[in-house]
């Protein structure tokens, strides 16, 4: 049902392809079942159980995304003890899935998704081929944002929510933040997420209009980020590209930026310098030519990448490089 949060690292992946086809079953419920996630596993049918799982352990939130042979994993009363409080949003990415607790019995179809709770025993399955992507959360970081949470729980959310696709989409950034990400970055991640389930739940009903604009607008500002860190070495990157894999307009990114307080053009520049001088200062490849690193960086005019740096930086790359005592021979170019 829910990650316990002590246990897993920050980043894990799992898969029954790396495990002894004969013990797969049984090394995924000790480790799966048991140590992770606290439920019993039931396979359905007679073929060979496989299974994939990714989870990202962030401040206050754990972020999963898995698939398995048809199955029922099952919370029962005797889990209840070593249970912590917590709320999961599920979503069925692909094939159907099913949902039982507090005597509610829910069909899940490709594309939606349902809230269950650690608290109370339930049954969820995947089958089909079945893939999902889920959200879990701390009841505690919700109650005062949903004080009628039980209300909230086992209730179908379809696919054309504009707060579910967005959740879909900033969970899966999550899960691709690089091994390095800062502690800030990681809170940044978790709170936009709760504010995104908060805001999700709580559709059609009134809610302060500054939870709604800071879960939205945050939260698609963060997937932006997090895909021009991703994607910083191509150079077509553009508004227009970024829009595209968001399902939003051009026009919309660059307003997120400007009520930012700066310009896509800028912070894309920004964040290209900033690549490029952390190479130049590297111990890692010092003979790399200086040429190379801008491109890489996501320049195509070396002239004006030198431009560019000195402005930031009152040096040209050169020099910071030889400050940084990497110059060992190699020329500026």
Not at 111 to 122: K, N, Q, R, V, Y
Request: hydrophobic share 40%; net charge positive.
């Amino acid at each position: 049902m829910t990650a316990r949060p002590e246990l897993p690292p920050e980043f894990l992946k799992l898969s029954t392809a790396d495990l002894p086809e004969r013990d797969r079953l049984a090394i995924w419920r000790e480790v799966y079942g048991r140590f992770i996630f606290n439920v019993d596993i039931e396979p359905i049918g007679n073929g060979p159980f496989e299974a994939e799982i990714a989870l990202r352990r962030l401040p206050g939130a754990v972020v999963t995304r898995g698939w398995s042979a048809p199955a029922d994993y099952r919370y029962g009363p005797r889990h209840l003890a070593m249970a912590g409080d917590n709320v999961i949003l599920g979503i069925v990415t692909k094939g159907s899935g099913r949902a039982v607790q507090l005597g509610r019995d829910l069909s899940i179809d490709e594309g939606c998704a349902t809230i269950m709770t650690t608290s109370e025993p339930g049954d969820h399955g995947l089958y089909g081929g079945g893939s999902n992507l889920a959200v879990h959360l701390p009841r505690s970081a919700l109650s005062g944002l949903l004080p009628d949470l039980e209300s909230r729980l086992m209730r179908p959310f379809l696919p054309d929510s504009d707060a579910l696709k967005l959740i879909k989409v900033y969970a899966k950034a999550a899960l691709d933040l690089g091994p390095n990400v800062g502690h800030e970055l990681q809170r940044q991640v978790a709170t936009h997420l709760r504010d995104l389930v908060v805001f999700l739940v709580s559709q059609n009903e009134r809610e302060p209009e500054a939870l709604v604009a800071r879960s939205v607008a945050a939260a698609r500002l963060q997937a932006i980020k997090s895909e021009i860190d991703r994607r910083l070495g191509q150079r077509g990157l553009s508004a227009e590209t970024l829009a595209a894999t968001q399902q939003v307009s051009p026009d919309y990114v660059r307003k997120l930026f400007r009520q930012e307080g700066t310009s896509f053009s800028d912070y894309l520049l920004l964040k290209r310098l900033e690549r490029a001088h952390a190479a130049l200062i590297a111990p890692v490849n010092p003979d790399q030519r200086i040429s190379t690193i801008a491109f890489q960086a996501g320049f195509n005019d070396l002239s004006y990448f030198n431009r560019a740096f000195r402005r930031r930086y009152g040096k040209s790359p050169s020099d910071v490089r030889k400050d940084a005592g990497l110059c060992q021979g190699v020329g500026p170019f």
